[in-house]
């Protein structure tokens, strides 16, 4: 057993399929072999309460989205870096509307209502990587004279106030990742258009500087080395095809969603071969494009990204970057 005196690393994570890797690296012990603690925190309202905890001190590492995650240290925040990627491929989002609406694909919700959680979370991200797709987009950046949004924004703060929208008409859609929303789906709640995914990486993790090598306690340091080094290993056991039977019913039983959505998901979502360690320069950069095209950054903001981001945004120390 691990010692009660080892350091407890307390890891945000959203309560999604996404985090049964996390799950597994606990209950089947590959963090207790690389002798790390890990307490499961888990955060509803997603990266922006993890960054929050991060920033309080109430969150050592977190599991978020790369996008929260890569805004929030350009915006200043200083209290947390990148170390790590979870999931390399890039979130799926379904782009979502009334039963009744008139909308029937993503072509004719330009200059429409786009319901959405908070301004700069996913929700109110992902329409401008779908306006850049369908070259919508008129200027660089909400300060460019020619800039023209492409949607009015319509903060509804919860899905189900996302849901209620679409169909009482005072939003024409409202973008959510696709499997959390193919129940409602299912149900005939709300109907599916399309679905888009961003050219990023989906989760990335990150770590409070109070355990990176600018802390006075360089064993800090090496409890993240190990916490990255079991998750890899859990990430590789979860999509391991031999441990596939395994694997479909631990989402399953943490879910409780269909074998047949599970499989759908589980074939397309991809955990580093690499391991978790890898960040991927090219990605945060591109994100910090689409970030300012959202209004979330500033330009000066972006040449951030670029110029810092080995020092700024990840810690090169844990992370390897690529």
């Not at 691990?2 to 999604?16: D, H, I, M, W």
């Not at 805004?71 to 890039?90: E, L, N, R, W």
């Not at 500087?209 to 800090?220: C, G, K, N």
Request: aromatic residues 8%.
């Amino acid at each position: 057993m691990v010692a009660s005196t080892q350091t407890v690393l307390r890891v945000g994570f959203v309560p999604e399929h996404f985090s049964s890797p996390l799950h597994m690296a606990v209950e089947l012990g590959f963090f207790e072999k690389e002798g790390v603690i890990v307490e499961r925190v888990c955060c509803p309202s997603g990266t922006g309460e993890m960054t929050a905890k991060l920033i309080d001190g109430s969150l050592d590492v977190a599991i978020a989205l790369t996008e929260g995650l890569l805004a929030g240290i350009a915006k200043g925040h200083d209290a947390y870096k990148i170390i790590g990627t979870y999931v390399k491929s890039p979130l799926c989002w379904a782009i979502s509307v009334g039963q009744n609406s008139r909308h029937v694909d993503r072509k004719s919700l330009r200059d429409g209502t786009i319901g959405i959680s908070r301004v700069g979370s996913g929700s109110h991200i992902i329409p401008y990587v779908l306006a850049e797709q369908e070259g919508w987009l008129k200027g660089s950046s909400p300060s460019d004279p020619e800039y023209k949004a492409p949607f009015e924004f319509k903060v509804l703060n919860t899905f189900q106030n996302m849901r209620d929208s679409v169909n009482d008409g005072s939003s024409d859609a409202f973008l959510w990742e696709k499997f959390t929303t193919k129940p409602y789906h299912d149900s005939n709640e709300v109907r599916s258009v399309d679905t888009i995914t961003p050219p990023w990486p989906s989760f990335m993790i990150a770590a409070s500087v109070r355990h990176l090598p600018m802390s006075d306690d360089p064993q800090r340091q090496t409890i993240l080395a190990k916490f990255l080094r079991g998750l890899s290993n859990a990430t590789q056991h979860f999509v391991d095809p031999e441990n596939y039977n395994e694997s479909i019913a631990f989402v399953q039983q943490k879910m409780s969603y269909t074998q047949q959505d599970v499989q759908d998901w589980f074939s397309g979502v991809c955990y580093p071969k690499e391991g978790c360690s890898v960040v991927s320069r090219e990605s945060l950069i591109t994100c910090a494009s689409i970030l300012v095209k959202a209004g979330v950054l500033q330009k000066e903001q972006e040449k951030d990204v670029k110029a810092s981001v080995d020092t700024k945004y990840v810690d090169a120390n844990v992370a390897q970057l690529v």
